[in-house]
């Protein structure tokens, strides 16, 4: 069968366990569930704990190796961010904010990605965790999970939408030291920006985002929005309206994803599983089940490429810890009970206290047309890529250091230095005629009221990575603001070269909404 068609990998059955097994490595820090955004924040990452409760009771644990991640390092995270965007991260406390006004409002750091007691500790800790997952996946694992992981909208330089560092850059420049070519895939609601950015000119990475497009964080995600240079047809932006249901994102996804495999052939894939996506959930406005969600895991799974899963986005938090405890479950091909066993967390799953939930009876707004016309595009555009660029590696840079501890005792596994294969180069931003659109003021993240806002300036994007500028109106903004700041691209110049390319445009001069209490 056709890959395009949906059938491109072999398909766990819906019940019971896949004959064939994957060495699934899981990590997780006990201390995650400490860290708090703040009181009335969505942001919660007490979930990662709810969920770790969960995979101990439906005896997942046992089934994976866990492992505690090694906090990533200063120069660990500046293979990708700015070093001193690194140091302030490091610095700040909430005792000392007050003192560094300028720096909070350039590193776009005090509102929606609040300064919290052991912000930086947080920030190696999931970055850790994502890194260290790729590290096991280039050493023969199948599967790497790190739900702690996926806070896909960080920038170079600055934090966004509840994002510090990002992560999932930091884990695919890791992969890409043994791997040609590496997928990402993005299935939280909200557009997978800060990924897209920094591989928007390269074909060594393809990044494909499934998510609510239209007035809505970050607001960017455009069908038009392709990639340039090297990397065109390489970023495949899916934009969806509210009420998206599982047989309708499946109708898209299955074979969407099935060409990109087909096509692009990907040495290892990298899949972020926000759970915002979810129906009922506090932010967000899709319908989908924890099945249907699931669904995305058990296809790119069937292909047997090795798999990082990584978490996200996600704000009703039992739902969040529901949907990644069966996905680990689909991972490790264990289809779960809908009875759940009791936990310390019991009574936050009341009053059925079942894994699975129903979806809601919310319109669907995305008609059959419309869908139709996106998959026709998409395939189009991918149809357009000359299969499975090949590139020649020079010399595999040196690997990350980033020892974990398999539970109680130490890994074996010694990571050398990372980091001398990327230059950091400030790029500067020249106008760009280009179609589109930087986004200044958009609705964000929220569910409490809205205010108003008036956008000043905006930045020039620069040329080189064909992201132009275009009018920007006036809008409505709520909770979540990104305003465009500098835009990450990695660039592949010569066989086995890996360059982060970067413009230090100058900080627009919109004001930051405050975040709203619910």
């Known amino acids: 069968m056709d890959a395009s068609t949906g059938g491109g990998g072999n398909s766990l059955p819906t019940t019971g366990a896949d004959g064939s097994k994957r060495r699934v490595c899981y990590f997780y820090d006990a201390e995650v569930g400490n860290y708090y955004y703040g009181q009335g924040h969505p942001m919660k990452p007490h979930r990662i704990r709810m969920t770790h409760a969960l995979l101990a009771h ?18 660990d995270l500046c293979r990708f961010h700015a070093d001193d965007y690194v140091a302030f991260l490091r610095s700040v406390t909430p005792e000392t904010q007050q003192d560094q006004i300028r720096a909070l409002k350039r590193f776009n750091v005090g509102e929606d990605c609040p300064v919290f007691d052991g912000l930086y500790s947080f920030c190696q800790t999931y970055a850790g965790g994502s890194v260290g997952g790729a590290v096991k996946l280039n050493h023969g694992h199948d599967i790497a999970i790190n739900w702690a992981g996926g806070l896909h909208h960080a920038k170079k330089c600055e934090a966004s939408g509840f994002c510090y560092v990002n992560d999932i850059v930091l884990a695919i420049l890791e992969l890409l030291k043994y791997h040609e070519r590496v997928l990402y895939v993005d299935i939280d609601i909200h557009h997978g920006d800060g990924v897209e950015e920094a591989f928007y000119t390269t074909d060594r990475v393809m990044t494909v985002s499934f998510h609510k497009f239209g007035d809505y964080f970050p607001g960017t995600g455009d069908i038009r929005d392709i990639g340039y240079s090297k990397g065109k047809y390489y970023s495949l932006n899916v934009p969806l309206d509210d009420g998206i249901d599982d047989e309708s994102y ?58 990082l899963l990584l978490g996200g986005g996600g704000y ?46 919310m319109e669907n707004k995305n008609t059959r047309h419309q869908l139709d016309d996106i998959r026709s595009k998409l395939l189009d555009n991918l149809s357009k890529l000359r299969h499975a660029p090949s ?38 931003p020249t106008e760009d005629s280009g179609r589109r659109s930087s986004i200044l003021s958009v609705r964000m993240k929220k569910e409490s009221a809205e205010t108003e806002a008036v956008d000043k300036d905006v930045d020039k994007v620069s040329a080189e990575h064909s992201r132009g500028t275009g009018p920007v109106s006036d809008g409505v903004g709520s909770s979540k603001q990104a ?26 001069q919109d004001q930051p909404m405050t975040y709203q209490k619910p």
């Open 58 to 75: 439906y005896g997942l644990l046992d089934q994976m190796q866990v492992l505690r991640p090694h906090p990533a390092r200063d120069r």
């Open 250 to 307: 499946q109708s898209l996804f299955k074979p969407i994803m099935g060409k990109v495999m087909e096509v692009f052939r990907p040495g290892a894939v990298v899949l972020q599983c926000g759970a915002d996506s979810l129906s009922g959930d506090r932010l967000g406005c899709f319908n989908l089940s924890i099945k249907g969600h699931a669904e995305c895991v058990r296809f790119m799974r069937s292909f047997n490429v090795p798999l």
């Open 316 to 361: 009703t938090i039992r739902n969040v810890a529901r949907c990644w405890c069966y996905e680990t479950g689909v991972a490790l091909g264990h289809e779960l009970t809908d009875k759940m066993p009791p936990n310390e967390y019991y009574e936050y799953f009341g009053p059925d206290y079942t894994l699975h939930v129903a979806p809601s009876n």
């Open 483 to 508: 305003p465009p700041n500098d835009t990450s691209s990695m660039a592949v110049d010569e066989p086995g070269a890996l360059k982060v390319d970067t413009e230090s445009s100058n900080k627009s």
């Open 391 to 428: 590139v020649q590696f020079q010399e595999r840079p040196p690997e990350a250091e980033l020892p974990e501890q398999d539970e109680d005792k130490v890994n074996p596994d010694e990571r050398r230095d990372a980091g001398s294969d990327v230059e950091m180069n400030d790029v500067k």
